[in-house]
């Protein structure tokens, strides 16, 4: 690893941090993003620990009195970026969006935990880990209408997928000829060609209004909203974060929540399977509405092994998917696999690399015995960035940098990757 782009790598945090909170690019993102920010935290664990508490900590204080821990919490307003909190018109103590993100937390504190001094920040824990507990309730709570483990999303934002073919028949079917008149502000900051459409966007702002329409009553938005998919993505990740909520529930000695996590994820592990596509050989999105999968290998397809989910022939139904892609890209992971329709090598989340992405599956394959494709994800993360720099995301070809520059995740994933390399 090049120390002087570990130095960058920390100068674009330090630079991106607010006070106590840190955006995830300057101008075109100016706020609090949930999993931003709890990649951010693990980029700041690695050269102060204080700062990495610190920001999850401050995330948390958007949370609401149900648990819900918003995607983006709005502590000014900026009138760089479109829809602002005017838009959203949520909040509880702090003015939010009113979806929510992957919940990656509980499993970015357990790694910051386990590299921290115990006596130091056992505060912290104990602090933290009710909220954590209470997040993970409400995903079980007003998110998994099967009961089978599974997470519902209401808008692609929340997958943080935001444009993953995934969700474009779902989109199309979202009636947008009401949406109120807007001036997108992202096409702004960066080339439209990355960018999601114009029809997307009014697919995303008609979801947004009907959830303010509805007072964010995420009760009826789960029952009624006209784009509900489970998720392959976050179901994958919260079955994921809540492995790492019951350690760390052991070792608080908290038997109640042990019990309840262990009910939880041996539901969420029979559960996965429903998002198994035997026509596409793949984990996949299912759409409530259409009640169907959607099909597409992408590379939340692969956090099954993060996840610890799925049978051993499912494994290897996956690393066959894995070696087709790489035979056909330069890096690894595809946000979306070449050759399916709506695949586009710069265009946000529809074929771009992600770091954070690949630093969930590079962990996932190395903890199910598959090191070789591990090391290989992870040296393609840091050639991206030691060829493109701290771009948003990255071609699978060229490598070629897209979205928004000096980004916080970025630099956050290249910290937490040399620090593996460090040790
Ligand atoms: C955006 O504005 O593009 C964000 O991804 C929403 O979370």
């Not at 941090?17 to 935290?41: E, H, I, K, R």
């Not at 700062?51 to 648990?67: H, K, T, Y």
């Not at 502000?185 to 997307?200: C, F, G, I, N």
């Not at 265009?347 to 494709?373: C, F």
Request: glycine share 6%; hydrophobic share 35%.
């Amino acid at each position: 690893m090049s120390t002087e782009l570990i130095n960058k790598a920390r100068q674009i945090l330090q630079t991106n941090d607010l006070g106590g909170y840190t955006v995830p690019t300057q101008s075109m993102y100016p706020y609090q993003w949930n999993w931003d920010s709890v990649f951010v935290a693990l980029g700041f664990a690695t050269f102060d620990q204080n700062r990495a508490w610190l920001e999850i900590e401050n995330l948390f204080e958007s949370q609401w009195e149900d648990g819900f821990v918003p995607h983006i919490i709005f502590r000014k307003d900026e009138p760089s970026y479109f829809p602002g909190p005017n838009i959203w018109v949520a909040g509880d103590s702090l003015p939010t969006s009113g979806i929510s993100n992957p919940p990656v937390a509980s499993s970015i504190i357990k790694r910051i935990w386990d590299s921290c001094d115990h006596d130091e920040n056992i505060d912290r824990l104990k602090s933290i880990f009710p909220k954590l507990v209470a997040w993970h309730r409400w995903f079980h709570t007003f998110r998994d209408p099967l009961n089978n483990g599974l997470v519902l999303t209401t808008h692609p934002w929340e997958t943080g997928r935001d444009n993953s073919p995934e969700w474009t028949i779902p989109c199309e079917a979202i009636d947008i000829s009401n949406v109120s008149p807007f001036t997108r502000l992202d096409t702004s900051h960066v080339d439209s060609s990355m960018r999601p459409t114009d029809e997307e966007y009014k697919a995303y702002i008609t979801l947004v209004e009907f959830g303010r329409d509805h007072n964010w009553d995420h009760d009826h938005i789960a029952k009624h909203n006209p784009f509900r998919m489970l998720d392959v993505g976050m179901s994958m990740i919260l079955l994921r974060a809540n492995r790492d909520l019951l350690s760390l529930a052991e070792f608080l000695g908290e038997q109640d929540i042990v019990d309840e996590l262990n009910q939880q994820i041996a539901l969420s592990e029979k559960g996965i399977d429903y998002l198994w596509d035997d026509s596409s050989n793949t984990f996949c999105s299912y759409d409530l509405i259409a009640g169907k999968h959607s099909g597409f290998i992408s590379s939340a397809s692969f956090l099954a092994f993060y996840a610890g989910a799925g049978s051993d022939e499912q494994h290897q139904q996956l690393l066959e998917n894995l070696k087709n892609i790489e035979q056909e890209t330069d890096f690894l992971m595809p946000s979306f696999a070449p050759g399916q329709d709506g695949f586009d090598t710069m265009r946000y989340w529809r074929g771009p690399v992600w770091a954070v992405v690949n630093y969930m599956i590079l962990n996932g394959l190395a903890e199910s015995g598959y090191q070789d494709w591990a090391d290989r994800i992870a040296s393609d993360t840091k050639s991206l960035v030691e060829l493109s720099g701290f771009h948003e995301a990255f071609s699978p070809y060229k490598g070629t940098g897209t979205g928004g520059d000096n980004f916080s995740w970025t630099a956050a994933i290249y910290l937490a990757l040399s620090n593996l390399t460090n040790t």
